[in-house]
């Protein structure tokens, strides 16, 4: 039940997917940030978009360091609007490809 606090368990498929995606944007962004270009750092998958596609479109995903993710002001958490500006016009024919995809 979406938005009634309770937590439900993943079953095996869902984390085999979730796993699997994660590999896959790692693959697409060459394991470095897509932002500032870091490698050899922890680095985390990012979902520009959440509908159907959550687990199964590895091209709505994108890899970040961990400041470029959630902790820079600027960064996909926290900056939102701002990172979203800096995407568009840093991937403008991967950003037309990803809007293609989902529905609005």
Known sequence: MAGSGVIMKK????????????V???????NKCAKCGREG???????????KLKWT???????????CHKFGLESAHK???????WFFKEYPELSKEILGLIEL
Not at 24 to 30: C, I, L, S
Not at 41 to 51: A, I, M, N, S, V
Not at 61 to 67: A, T
Request: contains cysteine.
């Open 41 to 51: 750092c922890k680095l985390d998958t990012h979902h520009l978009y959440y509908g």
């Open 11 to 22: 079953t095996k498929k869902q984390r085999l997917l979730e796993k699997d995606w994660k």
């Open 57 to 67: 479109e590895p091209k709505i995903g994108v890899l970040l360091c961990s400041g």
């Open 24 to 30: 896959a944007v790692r693959h697409n962004w060459g």
């Open 79 to 85: 900056g939102g609007l701002v990172f979203y500006n």
